[in-house]
């Protein structure tokens, strides 16, 4: 059974950065996977936010957070980080990681549909 545990999560202050890192069990990154990191506000739908192919390395952000925010993967550890960097009151929402096999060809890590999900991990950010 998969499972996914996102830890980092915490409250900052705007300017300031974080890391949040997804740890899998029965899940090897070494197949052809996405994993991507998802988020929701209040109130708001859930969005993507940056996606990882775990095999060619390829990364996906959205908009709102290119150049700001970093999709790594170890995958010795099986374990995906993003580092978020310049952070925004609109980036406050719960973030969720998530795994799945390819499931388009070329890949869309981060519109595909995923099958796995962690429990969320809270990201505050003051102004």
């Known amino acids: 059974q998969v499972q996914l545990v996102e830890s980092g999560g915490g409250s900052v202050q705007a300017g300031g950065s974080l890391r949040l890192s997804c740890a899998a069990s029965g899940y090897t990154l070494y197949s052809s996977s996405c994993m991507g990191w998802f988020r929701q506000a209040p109130g708001k739908e859930r969005e993507g936010v940056a996606a990882?192919?775990?095999?060619?390395?390829?990364?996906y952000y959205a908009d709102s957070v290119r150049g700001r925010f970093t999709i790594s993967q170890d995958k010795a550890k099986d374990t995906v980080y993003l580092q978020m960097n310049s952070l925004k009151p609109e980036d406050t929402a719960l973030y969720y990681c998530a795994v799945d096999r390819v499931r388009t060809r070329p890949p869309r890590c981060l519109s595909q549909d995923y099958s796995n999900w962690g429990q969320g991990a809270q990201v505050t950010v003051s102004s």
């Open positions: 990882i192919w775990t095999v060619g390395g390829d990364t």
